[in-house]
């Protein structure tokens, strides 16, 4: 599929989000210009990752014709509504309440179209704690996986074991936050992020044991798209399908993308959603439009 104009075929306006636990999220809402919506997307971001960051992804879904909200976990970018060494969310809040919210909010708008999940890295590992994952129509994913050190490629992951098992356990509680920005991950997180991160981290089974009696990780029985970039030094295909092996009953896809075959020197972790490398686009939105049997 080409890449198309999308000058002035899309909107876009900030909007909130309320939690059950009635913390703001903030979040932007695109539509196609049109207002013919074909279907809902929600983007649910990366760790440390402020939504910024999918908005060149996201307008081009909405030129497509679908209705797309992005948004910032608690205690993240403009989400940070509290002083960090007050913030109580962790990964899990993010999964059990920040990702069901905005899945709620995508479904208010838009109750009469298909709903499809796009999780960057975390954003596709929670979605067994979702409580209305029902709503999903299916999942596209890019550099999700586990998060264990020993996945990752060398000489990274000797960066990552030091993180893990030394730095983190010794600052949080010094700290009292997650101080990501400081080795270079993005923005600061509260302490309880930082500490689910390097507790699974830390395991080859990553949180299967902590989860292993949450019945939406087997619940989950949908189409999923799982992306990752042959250069990606934290996702590796092997940690990526250690992920949807935890999701059994998912109907699952794997594409491993070669930066060159697209032209690109590197994509890595997080290059996907870059506007400088829309060529990559089409093997997620193509996906899209096959689950809609428009393709």
Known sequence: MSIKNETLAYKQRKITIRTEDGRALRGDHFTPQSNLVRAGVLICSSTATPRYIYTKFAQHLASMGFAVITFDYQGVAESRTIPLREDRASKQTWGRLDMPAAL?????????VPLFLIGHSVGAQLMGLMHNRDLLHGIA????????????????????????????????????????RSFGFGEDMPMGVGADWSRWGRKSYYFEREFADEPGFQALNIPWLSLVATDDQVATPQSARALQ?????????????????YGYSHIGHMGFFSGERRKLWP???DWLEEQLGLS
Do not use: C
């Open 104 to 112: 709620d909010r995508l479904h208010h708008e838009h109750d009469d």
């Open 141 to 180: 994913s890019f550099g999700s996986s586990y998060g264990y050190w020993g996945y990752m490629t060398a000489p990274y992951k000797h960066f990552v074991w030091t993180m893990w098992h030394i730095i983190m356990p010794a600052v949080l509680p010094i700290l009292g936050y997650t101080p990501t």
């Open 245 to 261: 092996n935890f999701y059994p009953n998912a109907k699952k896809e794997m594409r491993l993308l070669e930066p060159r075959e």
């Open 283 to 285: 093997e997620m939105t």
